[in-house]
Structure formats: structure tokens, C-alpha cells
């Protein structure tokens, strides 16, 4: 069955990073354009970042664009989000997705605050 499972979040303080990772499994990860979604409380689910299937293509949300950085190795599949110049507004719920699947993970929490 499809697993997606989030990690690397924490509490960070303003202007630190901090790198995600997301490991697939169950499907061709290959073949799939993979995404990274957040949610903060009170908030709706956004899109953050989107990276084709080779990794060759990348889009942002206008939010994190210059900021953070999503990335994949196929030989692992793994999914990354680095992200840099964190700002209390980036809190929430970190989660992956394999584009034109429905399935999620547990989401990894990301706390930035002083």
C-alpha cells in the first residue's frame, strides 16, 4: 500500500532552516510528480512546492518562492523540502503528496518561534 512518511520538523527559531524529508513507498515514486503541502491551525491545506517527476521542474507558492528549496532522489524515494529564513508565519503541519494520488501522511510539525 501507498506510505508517505514526513520528518525532520521541530521548533526552529526566525531566520533558521531546517530540511524535510518525505519517504514513499508502495508506488512507482519515479513516475509521480511529488508535492509538499502545510497546514497551520485555523488555516486550510496550501500548496507550498511541486517537483516533476525527473526533477527537473519545480513551482513554489509565492509564500516560500526564494526561500525554500523541494528536491527528490528517485534511487531513495525520498522527497526533500529545504527550507531557509524561516518566519513564525511558516508553522504547521508539513505533509507530502504524490500528485494524482489521494493518500497522506502523518505530516511533520514545523514550529518557528523564538
Known sequence: QVQ???SG???VQPGESRRLSCAASGFTFSSYAM????QAPGKERELVAL???AGGNTKYADSVKGRFTISRDNAKNTVYLQMNSLKS???AVYYCKALG???WGQGTQVTVSS
Do not use: K
Not at 35 to 38: A, D, E, N, P, Q
Open 35 to 38: 508535492s509538499w503541502y502545510r
Open 9 to 11: 520538523g521541530g521548533l
Open 89 to 91: 508565519e511558516d508553522t
Open 101 to 103: 494520488m489521494n493518500y
Open 4 to 6: 508517505l512518511v514526513e
Open 51 to 53: 517537483i516533476r517527476s
